[in-house]
């Protein structure tokens, strides 16, 4: 693999997910693999889970690790052509790039959309400029409308606990105060349709994912009718994509936190969130912490579907 930013990079889905299982059953089994190899991590956002969990992995492969965090510490990029540099930016992503790939053999980067330009946000400016001019294996760790990281340890998560062979998978919008970028729903939805499981997602009207995302996901506006029978709930606040809202909170319904009683319309579902989750906004103490909340589970596999990443990038290099 040369790179990793969509679910296409990945190949056959269940073929991944035996790998990262074989991978959790012994994750020093490739100790050796990325030896005298050397992986940059660069971030643009925060992050506490891709940061600890991508960099566990790559120690579990014998890899050397840089961090960098673009905002504390290095100067200020621009990322578009043609600015005149006059501004508080001191150097521009084309040179700092090059030299970045200079250090390293492998490039993780975490990079959020800007949610004031879609055509900018969609296109994937960031990482696309990395992938065309480091020369090396990049792997996204939340890009501007994908998260294949988050999904890909998600996938795991559902296969471990799923107890039919065609669970129903329902993500559902939960209100937020801050506007989100679409990239863990899209991410997620683009994961799901890959799977043969009933996926179903739900969202006030406004919110709807770019069509290319929900693909043939069912759209339920009903939450309660979208909720019943599920075996899993992924929740997750995303703000509107569709134009002229684009970027924008439209709605802080609380009635959409998925609490007891919503929880109760299912088929005792699992509770899912990438995490980090406000609590009591779009999900309640209770749901989040009563047993059939595998969030933490979930938040563990990062660690191993980085490790898969990195290990067929590592085996891409040779
Ligand atoms: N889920 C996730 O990506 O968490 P962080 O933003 O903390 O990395």
């Not at 990793?4 to 059953?25: C, H, P, Q, S, Y």
Request: aromatic share 10%; hydrophobic share 40%.
């Amino acid at each position: 693999m040369k790179k990793f930013t969509t679910v296409d990079d990945i190949g056959n889905l269940r073929e991944a997910v035996d790998e990262a299982l074989m991978i959790k059953k012994d994750r020093f089994a490739f100790s050796d693999l990325g030896r005298n190899r050397t992986l940059l991590m660069i971030f643009f956002n925060s992050s506490l889970r891709t940061r600890l969990s991508t960099q566990k992995a790559a120690i579990n492969l014998g890899m050397n690790v840089i961090v960098l965090d673009v905002n504390q510490g290095a100067w200020k990029l621009e990322t578009e052509r043609g600015v005149i540099m006059d501004g508080d930016k001191a150097e521009h992503l084309l040179e700092a790039i090059p030299v970045m790939a200079c250090y390293c053999d492998i490039i993780g980067v975490r990079s959020f959309a800007g949610l004031k330009d879609k055509n900018e946000d969609y296109e994937e400016r960031v990482i696309e400029q990395f992938i065309r001019y480091s020369g090396k294996s990049v792997f996204s760790m939340e890009a501007a409308t994908r998260h294949p990281l988050q999904s890909f340890a998600d996938l795991i998560t559902i296969e471990e606990f799923k107890t039919k062979p065609r669970p129903k998978v329902v993500m559902t919008w939960a209100p937020h105060p801050r506007a989100l970028p679409q990239a863990v729903p899209n991410s997620f939805a683009e994961w799901m349709n890959r799977t043969d499981y009933e996926f179903v997602i739900t969202h006030p009207e406004g919110y709807e994912l770019d069509p290319r995302f929900v693909g043939n996901a069912r759209v339920e506006y009903d939450r309660d009718k979208a909720f019943e029978g599920a075996d899993f709930i992924y929740a997750k606040n995303w703000s509107a994509y569709a134009d002229p809202n684009y970027g924008k909170v439209l709605s802080t319904d609380r009635s959409w936190m998925v609490d007891a009683r919503a929880m109760s319309l299912t088929d005792n579902a699992f509770f899912m969130h990438c995490l980090p989750v406000r609590r009591n906004m779009i999900v309640s103490d209770d749901v989040i912490e009563s047993e059939r909340s595998i969030v933490i589970p979930e938040a563990a596999n990062r660690e191993i579907s980085a490790q898969t990443v990195l290990k067929r990038l590592l085996e891409g290099l040779k």
